[in-house]
């Protein structure tokens, strides 16, 4: 398989690699946090930060207000730049089971055929990345939040995917058909204060 560079080579590595996603963060096979996304301040475009473990902004990422597919533009740290857009992501169509993303880089300015593919289960938070529209993996992730990177693909790439996934699932969710993750400690607090 070719590499996939698109954030950086510096997130690549020769061998498979296994993660693990836990809400809005990404730690190494050591537990040791690898990426998370942050919300300076709230905005109507909704933009997030990818920082790393020492806290530097390697992409933000905003909605496109007026698209009705959940598009999100992906920028180099923290630019809004049109010169530092590193990719497109939208929703392949408004009503879906499952959900499904195209990518399109930058360079793709036709954005006819997309350059990943993005597949998930909803209300399970598992998902595929393709390359394109081939059957070609780069990664996965399972339902339980471990994720599977192949060899010479892009790490933080991959965890960006991730989370737009994961928000865009979200917002097209009603609230009712949300899963409730029982483990969380909101939901723990919750319970607790019904039960004194």
């Not at 690699?17 to 040791?32: P, R, S």
């Not at 992906?74 to 590193?86: F, K």
């Not at 595929?128 to 780069?138: K, L, P």
């Not at 607090?189 to 039960?195: A, H, Q």
């Amino acid at each position: 398989m070719p590499e996939v560079v698109v954030v950086g080579r510096q997130y690549t590595t020769p061998s498979q690699v296994g993660l693990k996603m836990v809400k809005k963060t990404m730690t190494g096979a050591n537990g040791n946090t690898m990426f998370q996304v942050i919300s300076k301040s709230w905005t109507l475009r909704s933009r997030r930060f990818l920082v790393d473990a020492v806290n530097n902004h390697i992409v933000s990422f905003e909605k496109k207000l007026t698209s009705m597919h959940s598009t999100r533009r992906v920028y180099r740290g923290d630019s809004e730049d049109p010169g530092d857009l590193l990719f497109t992501v939208t929703r392949t169509s408004l009503f879906q089971t499952k959900i499904q993303l195209d990518v399109f880089l930058a360079s793709n300015t036709s954005q006819v055929n997309p350059d990943f593919k993005v597949k998930g289960a909803r209300f399970e938070q598992s998902c595929t990345i393709y390359a394109g529209n081939s059957a070609t993996v780069i990664a996965q992730m399972d339902h339980k939040g471990t994720v599977t990177v192949y060899p010479h693909v892009d790490r933080a790439f991959i965890f960006a995917l991730i989370v737009i996934l994961q928000e865009i699932d979200e917002e097209c969710t009603p609230t009712n058909q949300r899963k409730v993750d029982l483990n969380a400690p909101d939901f723990g607090s919750f319970l607790n204060g019904l039960m004194n």
